[in-house]
């Protein structure tokens, strides 16, 4: 399908587990974002990747690790997994034709608890 | 990054005219202002972005004035179904700054 989605859609795991969240996108876009939204804090930037191969941290990069290999993926890795990772993770995708300033499309959300 | 300032909450009836207004004294140059919308469970969408003076769509007005350093969303006539989270982002360019969503304003339509 079109569109960008997210895998899985729901996820519990334990503290101290690895655990991948994918993020795929058919449009080609140049920009793929990591945000993590808990409540009281908004929508909270993690890494952002202007391309394939170029990755950058965002406002709350610790315990993250992101890569873009392929311009439609954009995996965000919890190497150790802790509780107050314990949030809704979107995803989203831009096209590049002003920097970042272009409307961002936002991917459905997966639903982790650190436990 | 211009940093924003929106009201936490706001409470309309049905069919009235709602009007956000998001403060951004720091707004640079080359800076646009958007605003998203985000329903509960799902990711934000885009409603509408702009530079200055006003922009219109099928879903709501953006009012900038002449010094930039506000602007109100206007949404018209809302239904139960405009309830939701706005967000207004201001000069989310990527590179040296993070993007800042911030907490938003949060919507409710009453019948």
């Known amino acids: 399908d079109a569109g960008i989605t997210q895998s899985p859609r729901y996820k519990i795991t334990e503290t101290g587990r690895q655990v991948t969240l994918m993020c795929h996108q058919t449009w080609s876009h140049s920009y793929m974002f990591w945000y993590r939204q808990d409540l009281g804090h908004g929508l909270r930037l993690i890494y952002y990747s202007a391309a394939a191969d170029i990755t950058d941290k965002g406002e709350v990069p610790d315990g993250y690790v992101v890569s873009r290999s392929k311009t439609e993926n954009f995996p965000l890795t919890l190497e150790s997994a802790t509780r107050s990772q314990t949030s809704v993770y979107f995803c989203?995708?831009?096209?590049?034709?002003?920097?970042?300033?272009?409307?961002?499309?936002f991917g459905p959300g997966t639903r982790l608890t650190v436990t | 990054l211009a940093k924003t300032t929106q009201p936490i909450s706001m409470d309309s009836y049905e069919g009235q005219e709602v009007n956000i207004t998001c403060s951004h004294n720091?707004?640079?140059?080359?800076?646009?202002i958007t605003w998203y919308q985000q329903f509960p469970s799902q990711g934000p969408r885009f409603i509408i972005q702009?530079?200055?003076t006003k922009v219109t769509n099928e879903v709501a007005s953006l009012f900038i004035p002449a010094d930039r350093k506000s602007s109100t969303l206007s949404l018209p006539r809302v239904s139960l179904s405009d309830t939701a989270v706005y967000y207004c982002?201001?000069?989310?360019?990527?590179?040296?700054?993070?993007?800042?969503f911030g907490k938003g304003t949060r919507l409710s339509v009453i019948a």
């Open positions: 702009g530079y200055k």
């Open positions: 989203a995708s831009s096209p590049s034709s002003r920097g970042g300033q272009d409307e961002q499309y």
């Open positions: 720091n707004i640079a140059t080359n800076d646009y």
């Open positions: 982002l201001v000069g989310d360019r990527v590179g040296n700054t993070p993007l800042v």
